[in-house]
């Protein structure tokens, strides 16, 4: 079996699989106790908060450990529009956001916000300049991504975050993607919300965390008792947290090795496939991207049926996100980046991950022109 989808998600890392199972056992105290059992998992719910912080750039304090990405999107959202209502109703976005961010803002529209969605080019980038002309009197957010999950493109963040800052702005970033794989800095990047999620690198699904750095004025979205903070009730997932710090902590010594081994592996392939199929055509920018993503339109073919034969081989890949495969449409992040529709249709995102060798690359590269010429003669008749 061949597994090139860790943009979906990831196996548990056996060290974090190892730094998890006491809290499934011994560790079994809920943290607000005071006695021995709750103070025994305290103090490790509080190390993982380190370890969070350490590998994002912030304070220990401003971690806020969430059930997923998607919580987190939504708590940073939804919370600074009712936080910063009497201040202003403006939100400023990209058109090629998760859905988590995306329907999010759908939300807040249909509740009173204005959203302004800037378009992005060819590559998938956005235009600076049309961001400080969108930010206005009424805006009191920039939601923008780190790294995109279809393509893999790289917003330039640093330069997001000056800009808001300049402007007085608050800047959310929807890092799920990019943590563990690139640098990510919330002081150096001005970055004031930042969404992580576990089970993207190593860590189970079912935890992730939202960074609220200090003096950022947030609502909270589940009302309860006063655990983190009194910004997110309910008792905590200890053995998700856990795993998340250990993954955390994991990340942080071996993400520039692994990031070179997965950019070289990634290109092998991607130069590989259009060198047998020259009619293929990459979606994204050529240099500002993930080094584990490639997404690859092939002309005359629809992705689904390409996923299917790749799937009875063993091999897993996606088309578009998986939220959204399944459905016939074509992505909206390639239709947003002004990909033809028909070439959107036949699009494949290949993501690596620890698991993934030169052996899996191989092979995809021997099998793959069979099946598109296959499938591409089928589809003549
Ligand atoms: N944001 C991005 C960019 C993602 O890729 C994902 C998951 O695919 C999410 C948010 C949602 O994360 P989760 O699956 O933890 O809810």
């Given at each position: 079996m061949i597994y090139l989808d860790y943009n979906a998600t990831t196996p548990v890392h056996p060290a974090v699989l190892e730094a998890l199972l006491p809290f499934y056992r011994e560790?079994?105290?809920?943290?607000?106790?005071?006695?021995w059992a709750g103070r025994m998992v305290k103090g490790a719910i509080e190390e993982a908060r380190e370890k969070v912080a350490a590998l994002v750039g912030c304070?220990?304090?401003e971690v806020v450990f969430t059930s997923c990405g998607s919580e987190a999107d939504n708590m940073a959202l939804k919370g600074v529009a009712a936080a910063l209502r009497g201040k202003g109703n403006h939100i400023v976005t990209t058109g090629v956001e998760h859905p988590a961010v995306l329907n999010a803002c759908h939300y807040l529209e249909n509740n009173g916000f204005e959203i302004t969605r800037l378009p992005v080019d060819r590559h998938g980038m956005i235009d600076l300049a049309e961001l400080e002309a969108a930010?206005?009197?009424?805006?009191i957010l920039v939601s923008a991504m780190f790294?995109?999950?279809?393509?893999g493109v790289l917003f330039p963040v640093r330069e997001i975050g000056a800009i808001a800052a300049g402007r007085g702005v608050y800047f959310h970033c929807d890092a799920v993607q990019a943590v563990a794989k690139v640098p990510v800095d919330c002081r150096e990047m001005h970055i004031n919300l930042l969404a992580l999620s576990g089970h993207k690198f190593g860590a189970p699904k079912g935890v992730g965390a939202l960074i609220v750095r200090k003096g950022v004025k947030l609502q909270p979205l589940i009302h309860g008792g006063s655990q983190e903070r009194n910004r997110r009730a309910g008792t905590e997932n200890v053995a998700g947290i856990v795993a998340l710090g250990k993954a955390c902590e994991l990340a942080l010594v071996e993400m520039a090795e692994e990031a070179a081994r997965l950019s070289a592996l990634r290109n092998r392939l991607e130069t590989g496939i259009r060198a047998l199929l020259p009619d293929v055509r990459l979606n994204g920018h050529p240099d500002r991207r993930l080094p584990n993503t490639a997404n690859l339109s092939f002309p005359l073919l629809e992705a689904d049926s390409l996923l299917l034969n790749l799937d009875l081989l063993g091999i897993a890949v996606s088309s578009g996100s998986a939220c959204s495969s399944?459905?016939?449409?074509?992505?909206a992040v390639l239709s947003a980046m002004g990909v033809e529709p028909a070439l959107a249709r036949g699009s494949v995102r290949f993501s690596l991950g620890r698991g993934s060798t030169a052996g899996d690359v191989e092979y995809v590269l021997e099998v793959l022109p069979g099946i598109v010429e296959r499938l591409r003669k089928s589809s003549e008749k």
């Open positions: 560790n079994f105290g809920n943290p607000s106790s005071v006695h304070d220990p304090v930010i206005g009197e009424r805006t790294a995109n999950n279809e393509t399944g459905t016939l449409k074509a992505s």
